[in-house]
């Protein structure tokens, strides 16, 4: 992006920020194409970018991608290929998994939905999975719905099993009753302790699993996480979820809350991630 292009939104988010109005440029955020670049995710989690987004090529087999309206299928390369890898398995039983949001084609914040999703590294994975083969291998939904899940089942354990023992993989934020459900889960897809230790305990997540990549090495703009605390998560940190104060964490947040604070997002990503602000 040139240099008065990016004046120009600045500009345009100065003049627009006390009125609480939107940039121009978030009108069109999931129309935007990527960067031409090398893959390469900047930032935080939760205060990033990605630039040379990659996304599926339609090949894929046993996917589904549920929400393709929103524009947020674009990750890093490493997300793409955990992703096409997972499907390759559960195709392999005839099953499908559906795939909520990756990141926006230049990753940084979304006004609604989420806090992190922004260096192309997270994804939202639904606990529902197809069962039938029913049509093309690869699939597209515009505007799917998550369901609540009630009972974690074989296949949702072996789709937690497989991302959990992924290399590429992090971390992986679950519900704290689905947690539970893992720790004292005896079967023969029981996770090991390296497995379990990935996977923790947090609001919402009721529905689908949040996986969340290490910093890939072609990223040294990417800021890493302080690290999951030792052991399995299944104790004293699991008991707390359950608590009146942790019950209190989930409060929705209006819409002028939602605004604000994604305004207060934008101004506040690292220099490199000027791309985001593209207005075409
Ligand atoms: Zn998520």
């Known amino acids: 992006m040139t240099y008065r292009i990016f004046t120009l939104a600045l500009s345009l988010f100065v003049t627009t920020s006390c009125s ?14 990527p960067t031409d670049s090398k893959p390469e995710a900047i930032g935080e989690y939760a205060m990033g970018c ?12 046993g996917l589904v991608l549920s929400q393709m309206k929103r524009g947020r299928y674009w990750g890093h390369p490493d997300l793409i290929n955990l992703l096409t890898r997972v499907g ?26 989420h806090n992190s999703h922004q260096t192309g590294l997270d994804v939202d994975v639904w606990f529902k999975i197809l069962t039938k083969i029913d049509g093309p291998s690869f699939r ?11 009972e974690l089942g074989d296949d949702q354990i072996k789709l937690i099993k497989f991302m959990a ?5 992090e971390r992986i934020f679950i519900n704290p009753s689905f947690k539970k459900k893992l720790c004292i889960y005896s079967g023969s897809l029981k996770l090991t302790a390296e497995e379990q230790h990935k996977m923790r305990a947090w609001w919402g ?13 072609d990223s040294p703009l990417c800021a890493s996480q302080k690290p999951v605390p030792a052991g399995d998560g299944c104790g004293d940190d699991l008991n707390w979820w359950f608590t009146d104060e942790a019950k209190a964490g989930t409060a929705d947040a209006s819409w002028p809350e939602l605004k604000s604070a994604y305004l207060d997002k934008i101004k506040n990503l690292p220099a490199q991630c000027s791309f985001y602000y593209d207005t075409f």
């Open 20 to 33: 609480h109005n939107l940039p121009d440029f978030t009108s069109r955020l999931s129309a935007r194409l």
């Open 50 to 61: 990605l630039q040379g987004a990659q996304t599926f090529t339609g090949k894929e087999k």
């Open 88 to 113: 390759i398995e559960f195709n392999n039983s005839n099953k499908k998994i559906i795939i909520g949001d990756l990141s926006q084609s230049r990753g940084g914040p979304t006004i609604t939905g």
């Open 140 to 150: 597209v939904l515009e505007t799917e719905e998550m369901k609540q899940f009630d």
């Open 165 to 169: 023992h992924d290399s590429t993989v």
């Open 205 to 217: 997540h009721d529905d689908h699993i949040h996986v969340r990549l290490k910093c890939p090495s």
